[in-house]
């Protein structure tokens, strides 16, 4: 059974950072992409960033353009998505995403969902 459990989530002001973690049990992620999605309340979930079985990382949110990494440890079945220069427009639930060969930033595309952790940017 694959299992994916996001965590590093919380409540950080602006301009603060988060690393979220997403720790996969049920499945070697060497052999396929991840990525991060948000959703914030009233709004689709959306892509932010996703990374290959071969490390390159693509951008699905502009807004995570030059704030947002994403970075895998295979040893550690693990997807990481270290976010910095936090505003309170990425608040949202994050969740992260497996079950494809290829990146996508189209959630129907992913078999695979974590239960999500919550960001809140706030003062």
């Known amino acids: 059974q694959v299992q994916l459990v996001e965590s590093g989530g919380g409540l950080v002001q602006p301009g603060g950072s988060l690393r979220l973690s997403c720790a996969a049990s049920?499945?070697?992620?060497?052999?396929?992409?991840m990525g991060w999605f948000r959703q914030a309340p009233g709004k689709e979930r959306e892509g932010v960033l996703c990374?290959?079985?071969?490390?390159?990382?693509?951008y699905y949110a502009d807004s995570g353009k030059g704030r947002f990494t994403i970075s895998r440890d295979n040893a550690k079945n693990t997807v990481y998505l270290q976010m910095n220069s936090l505003i309170p427009e990425d608040t949202a639930v994050y969740y992260c995403?497996?079950?494809?060969?290829?990146?996508?930033?189209?959630?129907?595309?992913?078999?695979?969902w974590g239960q999500g952790t919550q960001v809140t940017v706030s003062s």
């Open positions: 990374i290959s079985r071969s490390d390159e990382s693509t």
């Open positions: 049920g499945i070697t992620l060497d052999y396929y992409a």
């Open positions: 995403a497996t079950g494809r060969r290829y990146c996508s930033g189209s959630p129907r595309q992913y078999a695979y």
